[in-house]
T-cell receptor
Framework: DSGVTQTPKHLITATGQRVTLRCSPR?????VYWYQQSLDQGLQFLIH???????AKGNILERFSAQQFPDLHSELNLSSLELGDSALYFC?????????????FGPGTRLTVL | GESVGLHLPTLSVQEGDNSIINCAYS??????FIWYKQESGKGPQFIID?????DKRQGQRVTVLLNKTVKHLSLQIAATQPGDSAVYFC???????????FGPGTRLSVLP
């Protein structure tokens, strides 16, 4: 158990809908990262938040957004969902904002768009 | 559990043998590298890391080798055990940033 929690574990929805994925980092970690893992694209970095502020953006679509709240939990919002958004979404946390800090991954949320 | 990368390259080794998993990275400016292990149905788990000012780093039963000349990274697992069966990813980043680029992964299968 990494100490990072993600809810829900599974999510099934229809095209065009909007969903919110939630992540709680390990106690004491200030950074939260979101990743998408699909069969054809592998593991891709989406976005990084540190202590409530966005720090880095990766391959995140404009239909996706995220935020980190004062209690340090984070939410990833996916809107106007398409079939291709079906994937595993992982959240990870680390102590710092940069440097060689180990990232601890949560168990993931499996999103299926029908 | 969920299937990750159904068509990943697979390395099959006998239990007790040593395993070598290779990774070619793309960015010559990358200065920090991590190997992750992902078991079925779980998130990636940190195994070992290495900075670009090193060419070898050892952990418990694992060794990472870095060849910056040819942009190649390898993970060696000694005395491979059934619990080592998983998908292994290398990840690279530049300026010690947290925006990691992950390799496609290699599935390690340990045969009894």
């Amino acid at each position: 158990d990494s100490g990072v929690t993600q809810t829900p574990k599974h999510l099934i929805t229809a095209t065009g809908q909007r969903v919110t994925l939630r992540c709680s980092p390990r106690s004491g970690d200030l950074s939260v990262y979101w990743y998408q893992q699909s069969l054809d694209q592998g593991l891709q970095f989406l976005i990084h938040y540190y202590n409530g502020e966005e720090r880095a953006k990766g391959n995140i679509l404009e239909r996706f957004s995220a935020q980190q709240f004062p209690d340090l939990h984070s939410e990833l919002n996916l809107s106007s969902l398409e079939l291709g958004d079906s994937a595993l979404y992982f959240c990870a946390s680390s102590v710092g904002a940069g440097g060689p800090h180990e990232q601890f991954f949560g168990p993931g949320t499996r999103l299926t768009v029908l | 559990g969920e299937s990750v990368g159904l068509h990943l390259p697979t390395l099959s080794v006998q239990e007790g043998d040593n395993s070598i998993i290779n990774c070619a990275y793309s960015n010559s400016a990358s200065d920090y590298f991590i190997w992750y292990k992902q078991e079925s149905g779980k998130g990636p788990q940190f195994i070992i890391d290495i900075r670009s000012n090193m060419d070898k780093r050892q952990g418990q039963r694992v060794t990472v080798l870095l060849n910056k000349t040819v942009k190649h990274l390898s993970l060696q697992i000694a005395a491979t055990q059934p619990g080592d069966s998983a998908v292994y990813f290398c990840a690279e980043t530049e300026n010690y940033g947290q925006n990691f680029v992950f390799g496609p992964g290699t599935r390690l299968s340990v045969l009894p």
